[in-house]
């Protein structure tokens, strides 16, 4: 594929992907720091900051460091090479753990002591307390723990990734007169790494005590004879990148299983230890894993703190939490039971998640799998989940005789595992599955079904901006629309003859599609609001999505706003793209939404002389997107649901005063104020508008 030199752009346009990832992660810390937010809620913040971290590292950081192995000195379209970044990388990590952990002991701990949660500290056990402890590490703890002494023969253990390990420090000699220093224990993932303790035990209602303090108290009766100089927690992250070629496989689905343990033992990229942990323990733990000490991170506290994303659910406190809500569900399939080829038949449907509920798209599934009238099902899966209802209905369509597609992406990151567990039952029971295109993940949401009405073949899509995921379709806010429209489908079922069979690639009528058509379709929509603002009208382009990373793109929209096109972009996370630059971008306005809710949809709106274009994708404006991935785009025909698109996901995310952040052409955001205008909140209205049981301005 042609695609224009990088001298066309400077450097000084760009931001630094990683950096601008790290900038996302501070505005999710703001939404822990927000002491309007209920403390239950503003704790999971916290720990979402950390699990961001943790695939940051993993992924990113990991990438970066194998760069600087092969002596790489490319620069990114920001000037700056894998080594330089790194070191940007490495200080602004460094304050946003500090401003973490800070957080979490000046305020988010005291918030909860305050309403009865409280977690206990190794130095105010009292005796019964202790005494407890010491009984549940006795029977619950002790018998899975496996001590290891090093010496000669017990050399240093390979440590799993992200685990909770100690590092302990010991005097004397053992029974077979050994006088090893040194021992490592880990704490096996069955352990809870929070317990909760009885209330009459603890002394309020919720009284917790992390494991890693039952383990400093008792670590001696794993030793017994010697003595324990020290106990430090440490934790290791991995690089989690899988390496498998795709071209010298010859069954990827093996390849991949075999790699999979694998992924747990990829190279150190990270050592945390908490902060009194002594320099001589550190130094020797960082020789162990190969580590210099700009990897070394101090934490004041648990380095294990994503798994206190768990504490809310076991805590009974729903003041302390968003208040629940009912997802709505539209008007056309209110009806218990609603016939939904006969709703789709009658009109388009768009489902606005998760203010409304994503149950249509396993009813559709469902229906299909029980209908004699249904010949086919053909689906994409990407990321769906170890249980899913709508996968189970896949498995009894196929038990029904009816001939089931299901293209099935097996290098879906993390989901790697789930995927092949979900291939391997699919085709216990005569499903087709295929999993996409040698190089080019397959991330498009689509779903057809192939009904006989009247003696002849019909068909009904469904295609989306998000997973076919039911659990994340409550949490993150996605867009899918239900269509009969013969075009639509016909496309749809080209980009599925594609993903199964050989062949180039056909025309199609409505959809953009990655990797052929979605970026000169995108580029072109953009140059055509160009050449209408210089034609002297009003041009006018919003695009939503998560990222914002491809240079031509971005150069395309600088030359839109140097026509005069407003360009409003809402950006979830990185945002290579530097707005209110003089003479180069102050026409255009770049925002953040961080919220209850992940924003997770990618719309694009083009004025076009009053056409309203507008797109919906599960593509994001990035290289990867673009070139090496299985997109679609595809458009909302009806009038009514384009205008519901506008208003639901586009004009309430661009006038937000509450839950937004503004970018500045430094690359850096400040969290939009209200001022003396009324306060609107995008999700906090859709809640109230859309949702059947919500509570306004509880977002």
Known sequence: MNRKAGKDFRSQHFINRELGQ????QRVLAQAENASIPILERLKYLCIVSSNLDEFFEIRVAGLKEQINLKSVAAG?????????????????????????????????????????RFLRRTSWNDVQRAWIKNFFLSEVMPVLTPIGLDPSHPFPRVLNKSLNFAVELVGKDAFGRNSAKAIVQAPRVLPRTILLPSDISGCAHGFVFLSSILHAHVGELFGGMDVLSCHQFRVTRNSNLFVDEEEVKNLRISLQGELPQRHFGNAVRLEVTDNCSPQVATYLLQQFELGQDDLYRVDGPVNLVRLMGIPEQVARDDLKFPAFTPGMPSDL????ADMFKVIRKNDVLLHH???SFKPVIDLIQQAAADPSVVAIKQTVYRTGVDSELMEALVTAAKHGKEVTVVVELLARFDEEANINWASRLEEVGAHVVYGVVGHKTHAKMLMVVRREEGKLRRYIHLGTGNYHPRTARLYTDFGLFTSNEQMCADVNEVFTQLTGLGKAGKLNYLWQSPFSL???????????????????????????????????????????????????????????????????????VRSIIGRFLEHTRIFYFRNNLAHNVYLSSADWMDRNFFRRVEVCFPVLDKKLKKRVIDEGLKAYTQDNLQAWEMDSDGHYRAKTPGRYVLKCAQSSLLSQLAEAATPGTV
Do not use: W
Not at 85 to 107: A, D, F, G, M, P
Not at 556 to 585: F, H, I, M, N, W
């Open 22 to 25: 790290l900038e996302f992660n």
């Open 77 to 117: 379209p920001d000037g700056m090479d894998a080594r330089q970044t790194l070191k940007h990388v490495r200080e602004q990590v460094h304050r946003l753990i500090e401003r973490q952990y800070r957080l979490l002991n000046s305020s988010i701990l005291p918030v909860l002591d305050m309403h009865g949660i």
């Open 334 to 337: 209110l009806k218990k039971g």
């Open 354 to 356: 998760p203010f409304q």
């Open 519 to 589: 970026h000169s379709q995108i580029m072109r929509a953009i140059q055509n609001e160009n050449k209408l603002a210089k034609a002297g009208k009003r041009a006018h382009i919003i695009a939503k999505m998560n990222a914002l990373l491809e240079p031509e793109i971005i150069r395309a929209l600088y030359e839109a706003s140097q026509a005069g096109v407003k360009v409003d972009l809402v950006v979830r996370g990185v945002c290579a793209l530097r707005p209110g630059v003089p003479g180069l971008s102050e026409n255009i306005r």
